[in-house]
């Protein structure tokens, strides 16, 4: 897994200084999530927990995408002093991706990646790999620009606005707005700016047919997830107010659809009253069957993949290099493939293939951990541990991790195993946090008002750091 790292920031409006996360390996499989990061200009944002003010820090990287056998390279041209120290640079990020990947995955293109001073020109790029077309470039500018003018326009003048730009208030751009939304309330809540652009966010919401659907669906697909039943996504179902939103409970409510489930649609279409409404009913019903069935389609499609990847890592010689490279598709579906084989091994009495499966099932259960919080590996650790005296040894080891956080953990835990009807799961919970009280240090003192309150001043770069053009200053590494 690429390493990863922290950079010391100073705010320039309040002098806090703060560390931030830094992204510098991109890598589409391990993390899915990137592509969006990277095409909405989103890499290496931070904003400052104390005032608000945020901005891109302008840090080179490298952004992988293996199946287009693709690598790019950032490189800003403040990066380095002379060329030779910029070629240092991007050898570096190269060589974190290529030595994060088993050997036999690693490609030619890799070791002469596309390189961009300009993050647009990156930005340009992926999206012309995902198929955005100049147009649709145009759109989202578009809707960009209206989006500004509704947050700074007169109250007045909404209305006009929106009704000369009904095009561009899609979905895509109450995706925007909730983003936007999203970064204002990074300033706080009682914030002037995220206040601002909440009312016109409410007012947009409300006074537009996308908005009033969006916000439909959000309620329908809450209430199920509020109090998940047959009966309640059947309601749910009979409320979506689009095929979209059907589609999302299908996936959502999956486990609830079996036979008593059906039958309950079969009832609701015989006690319609209208024909209207019977026929309504009758296409819902062919509606969920066709995306159950798309999506066992697909399902059968991820194992066939998950299967191949589980052979792939018993065949390389390093199968903790090809889980960490392949770390988004190691999921429930690929931990069911490797059960499955454990169990048909374990019947046939294959020692050999068993002994090699379970250095698999080490593996996958030390790249979770590697990408869990350490209060959670802790209980994780902790329900797997098969004695008092090891669970003893584990809390001795540990007391760091002994603070409120991990207790609230623990409770959070009781709670849903509880919900789930896992009795004994619950009462195994409630006795390690018990041995975990008896571990845990005193809590240390809280600051006083005068001290939470106090502020650093601003202060200007020193020769040992670099402001970037957002103004945000980042010790040099």
């Given at each position: 897994m690429p390493p990863r790292y922290y950079a010391a920031v100073t705010c320039p409006a309040c002098g806090s200084r703060f560390q931030t996360p830094v992204e510098q390996i991109l890598d589409v499989r391990v993390d899915p999530e990137v592509k969006g990061r990277v095409m909405g200009g989103m890499v290496n944002m931070s904003v400052c927990p104390s005032c608000g003010m945020g901005g891109p820090l302008n840090l080179p990287f490298i952004y992988h995408d293996p199946e287009k056998d693709v690598a790019l390279l950032y490189l800003p041209m403040g990066i380095g002093n002379s060329e030779v120290e910029r070629q240092k640079a991007a050898g570096t990020l190269t060589r974190q991706l290529m030595n994060a990947m088993p050997m036999e995955e690693r490609k030619g293109y890799l070791l002469q990646p596309e390189t961009f001073i300009?993050?647009?020109?990156?930005?340009?790029?992926?999206?012309?790999?995902?198929g955005v077309t100049d147009e649709d470039l145009e759109h989202s500018?578009?809707?960009?620009?209206?989006?500004?003018?509704?947050?700074?326009?007169?109250?007045?003048?909404?209305?006009?606005l929106m009704a000369d730009n009904v095009a561009l208030m899609d979905e895509a751009f109450f995706s925007l707005m909730q983003y936007t939304l999203q970064m204002a309330a990074m300033g706080g809540p009682e914030s002037a700016d995220f206040k601002q652009f909440r009312d016109v966010y409410e007012y947009i919401v409300e006074h537009t047919e996308t908005g009033q659907l969006l916000q439909k669906r959000t309620e329908v697909i809450g209430a199920f997830a509020e109090n998940p039943s047959r009966e309640s996504l059947l309601q749910a179902l009979v409320d979506a107010p689009d095929d979209t939103t059907v589609t999302a409970l299908v996936q959502s409510g999956l486990n609830f659809m079996d036979y008593a489930f059906f039958q309950r649609i079969v009832r609701r279409i015989d006690a319609a009253e209208t024909p209207e409404e019977k026929e309504r009913l009758s296409a819902l019903r062919r509606l969920i069957l066709d995306v159950r069935e798309e999506m066992s389609q697909a399902g059968q499609a991820v194992m066939g993949e998950r299967a191949e990847l589980l052979q792939k890592m018993l065949g390389t010689d390093n199968p903790l290099l090809m889980a960490r490279s392949h770390l988004s598709e190691l999921d429930d579906t690929f931990a069911y493939v490797l059960r499955t084989e454990l169990e048909e091994a374990r019947q046939q009495g294959n020692q050999q293939m068993l002994d090699a499966l379970q250095k698999i099932a080490r593996v996958l259960s030390q790249v979770m951990e590697e990408n869990m919080p350490p209060e959670v590996v802790l209980a994780r650790r902790?329900?797997?541990?098969?004695?008092?005296?090891?669970?003893?040894?584990?809390?001795?080891?540990?007391?760091?991790?002994l603070g409120a956080g991990f207790f609230q953990l623990l409770d959070n835990l009781e709670a849903s195993t509880q919900q789930e009807g896992n009795a004994d799961a619950a009462a195994q919970l409630a006795q390690i946090k018990q041995l975990a009280m008896q571990y845990a240090p005193q809590e240390t003192a809280q600051p006083t008002p005068a001290q939470a309150s106090a502020q650093p001043r601003p202060q200007p770069p020193t020769s040992s750091e670099t402001q970037t053009p957002s103004g945000l200053i980042i010790a040099k590494h």
């Open positions: 300009n993050i647009e020109t990156l930005v340009k790029r992926v999206l012309e790999l995902e500018r578009r809707q960009r620009e209206l989006l500004s003018q509704l947050i700074t326009a007169p109250a007045e003048q909404r209305e006009t902790l329900l797997m541990s098969p004695s008092e005296e090891q669970t003893r040894q584990l809390l001795e080891q540990n007391k760091g991790l």
